[in-house]
């Protein structure tokens, strides 16, 4: 019930491409959705934040798309760079409690030059 | 504005012995989590803290524990270490825990 399911555990894309970061949850409870990206030797760093009333949320070439029946939900990176390189973790938690976050397990990506 | 600050950055420990990891949180975030991370498990709560009282806690063993102070600043004790205990410690901060979190670069622990 508590778990994030992440998806894939790695990618690598081509400069320019859109990498899509899936992830699924199983408690209905859950009303608050993150996204982090993390560089080595650095803590994550939040990117872009959902709620469950509303289906997609663009910040610059990041985008989140949420499907609450199928609880599920992505995140797209438009025009990919060799600087977007790094860890994604996707998170869930509950409306007051986001001071405790579920994880996913996170996936590396690498863009290509 | 300056970010989470933990101290320190790096920590060699044997095993049995306890340590202390510290977090200042930025100005004015009163709610502070800690997160272990490593690469079996990925990123677990540990616990929260807000206005020196724990409020959540992770499914950690009690040699975890933790703090607050009334200026918000947070500690965290690992006793009787266990090699398993290696890993990066993470502090996150935010106003009063429902709003997002912003996490310092952790306490990359150690143990021989």
């Known amino acids: 019930q508590q778990q994030v399911k992440q998806s894939p555990q790695s990618l690598i894309v081509q400069k320019g491409g859109i990498p899509i970061i899936n992830c699924a949850y199983e408690n209905t409870a859950f009303d608050y959705f993150p996204w982090y990206q993390q560089f080595p030797g650095k803590g994550p760093a939040l990117l872009i934040a959902?709620?469950?009333?509303?289906s997609e949320k663009k910040e610059g070439r990041f985008t989140i798309s949420f499907n609450k029946s199928a609880k599920q939900f992505s995140l797209h990176i438009m025009d990919s760079q060799p600087g977007d390189s790094a860890t994604y973790f996707c998170a869930a938690s509950n409306e007051g409690s986001q001071g405790n976050l579920i994880f996913g397990k996170g996936t590396k990506l690498s863009v290509k030059p | 504005k300056a970010g989470v600050t933990q101290t320190p950055r790096y920590l060699i420990k044997t095993r049995g012995q306890q340590v202390t990891l510290s977090c200042s949180p930025i100005?004015?975030?009163?709610?502070v989590s800690w997160y272990q991370q490593t690469p079996g498990q990925g990123l677990q709560f540990l616990f929260e803290?807000?206005?020196?009282?724990?409020?959540n806690k992770g499914n950690f063993p009690g040699r975890f524990s933790g703090r607050q102070f009334s200026n918000s600043r947070s500690e965290m004790n690992v006793s009787t270490l266990e090699l398993g205990d290696s890993a990066l410690y993470l502090c996150a901060s935010s106003l009063t825990g429902n709003q997002p979190q912003h996490f310092g670069d952790g306490t990359r622990l150690s143990i021989l």
């Open positions: 100005s004015g975030h009163r709610s």
């Open positions: 959902i709620r469950p009333d509303v």
């Open positions: 803290y807000f206005s020196e009282t724990q409020r």
